[in-house]
């Protein structure tokens, strides 16, 4: 049995129970002092203690010897970051101490700090004309977001049902929509109908399960047309994998739940797309040339950005991610971050990041390496993308996505080969939001931060009106 160290689990546990660690030691069989080193990490947990704590406590052995700490410790640390906590910020040993020490605590304080973000989010999105009751409610997005980071953004499950699926029904690129199509009708009984934009003018794909027909709006390209028939087979093949992902994550149903139902499908389709192995080696033999990988696999440019924050299986992970889509007014519509980005958490309507650049350079890639104000340095991707086009009137709607990851792996892509790192010039700086922002120079300041006041010179015009 490879070394398992519960020590927190553990605690908590004869926490619960009330006992002291002589009285668990007496249940385990064990002596009160190798409870204490079990609790403390200096001892690895025994087969034979672990059936006993499963005998006597009635509790589930995976539970207790699952790892909660490092999600926890990764979640703590992207917090601390928030410029909120840039005095006397905890170290590394002493965010560890707290999470073995009381993790129960450490969690509520999560918990807090989610209802402060979900709270200052809304607050930014619709200004002072909120409503108490619409202020304490939890966005769908925040709460899809949330459950795919606790997740690190990766489902095993979900790429086994995938490569189970693919190896079933093995095709080329070109052949996977008649691969669909087949498992469809065959398995499911579902039917395939392409409609005019005239007959699909509010949507561009619609399910009609009573009838079971899937309706495809002819303004879909075949990329997208292949992704919508994967997703529909993920909601129709996977109902109930679906429903155990999301149980017992206090997702309420209605629209939160049916978003992370959405999503999960999405996730699907872009695994049996995508298949995780054959992706994984050739964005690694490629220098992650997301062109390249779009070709290759017969998806969008999109899709396989979206693909790339997944590859976080244990042993044999990509580089860690983040992706966020906006539009051109800044709104964030889609975000999945594998990294400690905050932007790609609280939004992107910083301007001086080159996201919204691109929507000057249409289709062109911009790359820009960025600085946090709390000096986390990361290298972003930016580039536009077209939304099916129906009529006149539609031609024009791009939205702009970014890809980045840490500073450290950029040297992994061939779109950061050219650059010297080590120029400082290399770097901009951007913020999250300027109400959140701390930056005290920044040329192109629209509002104070809302948790501090700039200084201001009445005798003395800086940048902007907001400092001096």
């Avoid at 101490?97 to 989010?121: K, S």
């Avoid at 017992?248 to 999503?263: F, M």
């Avoid at 001086?352 to 289709?363: E, I, N, Q, S």
Wanted: charged share 25%; glycine share 4%.
């Amino acid at each position: 049995m490879a070394k398992t160290f519960v020590g927190p689990q553990l605690r908590q546990l004869r926490r619960e129970r009330r006992q002291t660690q002589a009285e668990m030691a007496k249940a385990l069989g064990v002596s009160a002092g190798y409870v204490n080193l079990l609790e403390n990490n200096e001892r690895s947990l025994s087969l034979r203690v672990l059936m006993a704590l499963a005998d006597n406590y009635g509790v589930d052995w995976r539970d207790i010897v699952a790892d909660k700490t490092s999600n926890l410790l990764a979640e703590l640390r992207s917090v601390i970051k928030d410029p909120m906590f840039s005095a006397n910020t905890p170290d590394l040993t002493e965010m560890r101490a707290a999470i073995d020490h009381a993790p129960r605590l450490v969690e509520q304080f999560l918990h807090i700090y989610g209802i402060h973000r979900n709270t200052l989010e809304r607050l930014m999105r619709q200004g002072t004309n909120v409503t108490t009751n619409r202020l304490l409610a939890t966005s769908a997005e925040a709460v899809v977001h949330d459950f795919f980071r606790d997740n690190s953004n990766y489902f095993h499950d979900l790429e086994v049902a995938a490569e189970a699926l693919r190896t079933t029904e093995a095709c080329e690129p070109d052949d996977t929509y008649a691969a669909l199509k087949a498992r469809l009708l065959n398995a499911h009984g579902i039917r395939i109908k392409r409609r005019t934009t005239e007959e699909m003018t509010q949507a561009l794909r619609v399910y009609d399960r009573e009838n079971r027909v899937i309706y495809l709006s002819e303004a879909l390209d075949y990329s997208n047309v292949i992704f919508q028939l994967a997703h529909v087979l993920g909601l129709v093949e996977l109902r109930d994998l679906l429903n155990k992902l999301t149980a017992g994550r206090k997702i309420t149903a209605g629209t939160s739940l049916a978003r992370c139902h959405v999503e999960l499908a999405n996730y699907f389709a872009a695994a049996f797309l995508m298949p995780y192995e054959l992706f994984l080696r050739e964005t690694e033999s490629t220098a992650y040339d997301i062109d390249r990988l779009a070709l290759r696999f017969g998806v969008s440019f999109e899709q396989a950005c979206h693909r790339l924050t997944t590859l976080q299986r244990p042993s044999a992970e990509g580089v860690p991610f983040f992706f966020l889509r906006v539009d051109k007014a800044g709104n964030v519509t889609k975000r999945f971050n594998s990294t400690s980005f905050h932007l790609a958490e609280y939004g992107g309507a910083c301007p001086v990041w080159k996201v919204h650049m691109a929507f000057r350079l249409a289709g062109v890639i911009i790359p820009q390496f960025v600085e946090l104000p709390d000096g986390d340095r990361f290298f972003t991707i930016n580039r536009t993308v077209d939304r099916p086009a129906v009529n006149f009137e539609t031609q024009d709607h791009r939205l702009a996505i970014s890809l980045g990851c840490e500073l450290k792996y950029a040297k992994k892509l061939g779109y950061a080969a050219t650059f010297n790192v080590d120029d400082e010039r290399m770097f901009s700086r951007i913020g999250i939001n300027c109400h959140v922002c701390p930056r005290q120079a920044c040329s192109q300041r629209a509002h104070q931060p809302l948790f501090m006041d700039l200084p201001l010179d009445t005798n003395r015009r800086g940048n902007t009106r907001y400092e001096s």
